[in-house]
T-cell receptor, first 113, second 112 residues
């Protein structure tokens, strides 16, 4: 079974721009979660989607948004990029059961200049 | 609020020795815990999980111990190998919650 895939793997943007990242979950998984990873803050939860609905949201500003499609693929968007948005953005999928075992993709490395 | 922390940010062990990575959590209502391994340039890789109704679970060369009395979680890696060098994260899920809270991570270095 193929793992979680994320595109693109690397991205360079400038301040003020917006960016869209994509995640394809493991086949059959209906839950997709997004995390931001930085050296200073570690892994921080952004949001989680299940069956096209946002079920949970972390403490990030409204510039961070996401969506999930009927095939469970998910995108996250960051508008008006700031230097502090430079990070590794990780997507994780799970079957959505109570145990919530999440399987991560390789991440998208975003650099904001 | 929820917080998951690690006692040591770095750990160095000799190849072949056993490693123990510790994690403290603060939410006594957490019902599910996971250990992840993250190698450089990769996303976190699932290692082993444990539910709160258990106190020990074993996998291949790894054992997770859960002490709910002191809210402590540990990962034991037997006969560590160079490929075990990575950052290890513990994560918890609060009861009824739909998200994982991660600790800061421990960097494990294996010395030859």
């Amino acid at each position: 079974k193929a793992g979680v895939t994320q595109t693109p793997r690397y991205l360079i943007k400038t301040r003020g721009q917006q960016v869209t990242l994509s995640c394809s979950p493991i086949s059959g998984h209906r839950s997709v979660s997004w995390y931001q990873q930085t050296p200073g803050q570690g892994l921080q939860f952004l949001f989680e989607y299940f069956s096209e609905t946002q079920r949970n949201k972390g403490n990030f500003p409204g510039r961070f948004s996401g969506r999930q499609f009927s095939n469970s693929r998910s995108e996250m968007n960051v508008s008006t990029l700031e230097l502090g948005d430079s990070a590794l953005y990780l997507c994780a999928s799970s079957a959505g059961t109570i145990t919530m075992t999440q399987f991560f993709g390789p991440g998208t490395r975003l650099t904001v200049l | 609020g929820e917080s998951v922390g690690l006692h040591l940010p770095t750990l160095s062990v000799q190849e072949g020795d056993n490693s123990i990575i510790n994690c403290a959590y603060s939410n006594s209502a957490s019902d599910y815990f996971i250990w992840y391994k993250q190698e450089s340039g990769k996303g976190p890789q699932f290692i082993i999980d444990i539910r709160s109704n258990m106190d020990k679970r074993q996998g291949q060369r790894v054992t997770v111990l859960l002490n709910k009395t002191v809210k402590h979680l540990s990962l034991q890696i037997a006969a560590t190998q160079p490929g075990d060098s990575a950052v290890y994260f513990c994560a918890e899920k609060g009861q009824g919650a739909q998200k994982l809270v991660f600790g800061q991570g421990t960097r494990l270095t294996i010395n030859p």
